[in-house]
């Protein structure tokens, strides 16, 4: 039952990947590209999450605190460029 | 029991998750796309992360507590991007589907009574929403409110 799971979970997570692609190719505005790759780095979270359960390794943890860390400082170096001009003043 | 309890958590967690990238695919706006994403950070990837923390609890020798590290960072750092994207959309001046405030809603309110114009401003375009001329007819007790 928690094979299944895991399977349905992982075509929902990858379709949800597959959408906020869409949005990041797509989207009108940079605004919506950075939130768009701000989901996916979400979406890669509980990818590797999923994944760590489906293979019963506690090793991806590292990896999925890393992309947070990663994906965060690259949101806010990204919002802070479009508002100010400048990354580090 | 347990694994009932952890495919119920995981199919909940990839079920927002979907539905927080439907959001930033199907809504029409910057600022209402904003909303999608952040909730299926918090509830999803939440959910997902609390199910792995409890299956490698159960597995493992130990406690395992590397999830809630993750867990703890994504509810911090979550609504402090979406505050800045906010701000950046709002810098950018990015179109919005909703209406602009009117000057005279804000004129008439100054700095110290925001509250108060903001409310003139809804009764305002709620009214000539309804009816147009009725707006002029029902200005009279807008004004003694404020």
Not at chain 1, 60 to 68: P, S, T
Not at chain 2, 108 to 116: H, K, N, S
Not at chain 2, 127 to 146: M, N
Request: aromatic share 8%; charged share 15%; with cysteine.
């Amino acid at each position: 039952m928690l094979a299944i799971s895991i399977q349905i979970a992982l075509a929902l997570v990858t379709a949800a990947v597959a959408m906020s692609f869409w949005r990041l190719l797509r989207g009108p505005d940079a605004p919506d590209r950075i939130l768009a790759l701000d989901t996916l780095y979400i979406n890669t979270i509980a990818i590797l999450v999923l994944f760590g359960i489906h293979l019963g390794s506690a090793l991806f943890f590292e990896a999925a605190l890393l992309i947070a860390l990663m994906g965060f400082i690259g949101t806010v170096a990204l919002c802070k460029y479009l508002l100010r001009g400048d990354i580090i003043e | 029991m347990l694994e009932f309890f952890l495919s119920f958590l995981i199919l909940t967690g990839a079920i927002f998750t979907f539905i927080g990238s439907l959001g930033l695919v199907r809504l029409k706006d910057m600022y209402t796309r904003l909303h999608g994403p952040t909730k299926a950070t918090t509830l999803g990837v939440g959910s997902l992360l609390i199910a792995s923390a409890i299956y490698f609890s159960a597995q493992g020798p130990s406690i395992s507590l590397h999830e809630f590290l993750i867990t703890i960072f994504l509810l911090i750092t979550a609504p402090v991007s979406a505050h800045l994207l906010a701000k950046t959309a709002l810098h950018l001046n990015l179109t919005s589907l909703a209406e602009k405030p009117e000057k005279d809603a804000i004129d008439q309110g100054g700095p110290d009574e925001v509250d108060t114009a903001e409310e003139t401003e809804k009764a305002d375009t709620t009214d000539t929403a309804v009816k147009p001329e009725a707006a002029e007819a029902l200005q009279a007790p807008d004004q003694t409110k404020s």
